[in-house]
């Protein structure tokens, strides 16, 4: 079983206009709903593998309990959310159909007690102890959680012998590369902030060196580039995909989390992550991907490399 953390998680809504103009009123041609924030993305994209998922995080208010009764109709994901007084925040995604260009708004998510994050670490030790085979730990912390949380749960997920994926940003991400985990997943900019060189090949070696085992680093239309143990890899795409891109990153890292619990080697994970990001952004909503299509990509990503590299 995989486990997913989303400590901010949220109703994606998602809203299609024809043409977005700034300071204008629009009629949009449809609406969809569904539970989000990061982790609980990769998890839709897990379990739409075939992996069994349990998600966990934080749940509060209407909005929340809108998550978890939504939740309870996805085949294969497990609702393990821990509940608090706040409300679950709500995330909208406005979809150009003109341009095929998404503009996002983000709430900023429920304050978080002490009390409420004592709860919650318990819960995830507990978690952990029940046969876990991989951990994400994904997206933005919600206001009351302390900065050095996904540091703290990683060295948790360590202790307890789960290999844990990173995917946060700022300083979330600083603190939590120190703390080693084996895959951290940052995008261009994120691993520019985190280590101050826009080289990527460069940055990725050095988000390694300052503690993360692996670093795979998301290159928008251009793909991955992998920095591992056992070498160097870049995977990308056969050609530019258009449509929506919110969830495709998470896509990506549902990929790797499946490749490393199926123990495929890292060339075919990162076609496989790369292939289902391109086909997330054929998808009308976040947590969803074109199947059809991520069958025919995957056999076309190019994966370049060197496994000798270290």
């Known amino acids: 079983m995989i486990l997913t953390v989303t400590l901010n998680t949220a109703l994606d809504i998602t809203y299609r206009v024809r043409e977005l103009r700034p300071h204008g009123t629009h009629r949009v041609s449809e609406v969809t709903e569904r539970p989000g924030g990061k982790g609980l993305n990769v998890a839709r994209v897990l379990a739409a593998l075939g992996h069994e998922v349990t998600v966990t995080g934080f749940t509060g208010g209407a909005t929340g309990r809108v998550v978890q009764e939504q939740l309870a109709g996805t085949p294969g994901v497990l609702d393990a959310l821990v509940p608090v007084s706040g409300a679950t925040r709500r995330t909208t995604a406005i ?98 902030e985190l280590t101050g060189s826009h080289d990527p090949l460069r940055a990725t070696r050095d988000a390694r060196r300052r503690g993360a085992r692996t670093v795979v680093a998301s290159l928008g239309v251009r793909g991955l580039l992998a920095a591992t143990p056992e070498g160097d890899w870049h995977a990308a795409p056969p050609a530019r995909v258009h449509g929506n891109p919110t969830g495709a990153g998470d896509s990506a890292v549902a990929g790797l989390l499946s490749g490393l619990v199926e123990r495929l080697p890292w060339p075919d994970r990162l076609a496989r992550a790369v292939a289902l990001s391109a086909a997330t952004v054929l998808a009308p909503v976040a947590g969803e991907f074109d199947r059809p299509a991520y069958e025919e990509l995957l056999g076309r990503v190019t994966v370049t490399g060197d496994a000798t590299a270290a």
Not at 108 to 131: C, D, N
Not at 133 to 151: E, F, I, Q, R, T
Request: net charge negative.
């Open 95 to 192: 979809v150009d159909e003109l341009t095929g260009d998404t503009t996002q708004l983000n709430e900023p998510g429920p304050t978080v007690t002490s009390a409420e994050w004592s709860a919650f670490q318990e819960a995830y030790e507990g978690l952990l102890g029940g046969g876990v085979s991989a951990v994400a730990l994904c997206g933005s912390l919600p206001p009351g959680v302390p900065v050095g949380a996904y540091a703290g749960l990683i060295r948790t997920a360590r202790a307890a012998g789960v290999p844990v994926l990173l995917d946060t940003s700022g300083e979330p991400l600083r603190r939590g590369v120190a703390a080693r985990p084996d895959i951290l997943k940052p995008n261009a900019d994120e691993l520019a």
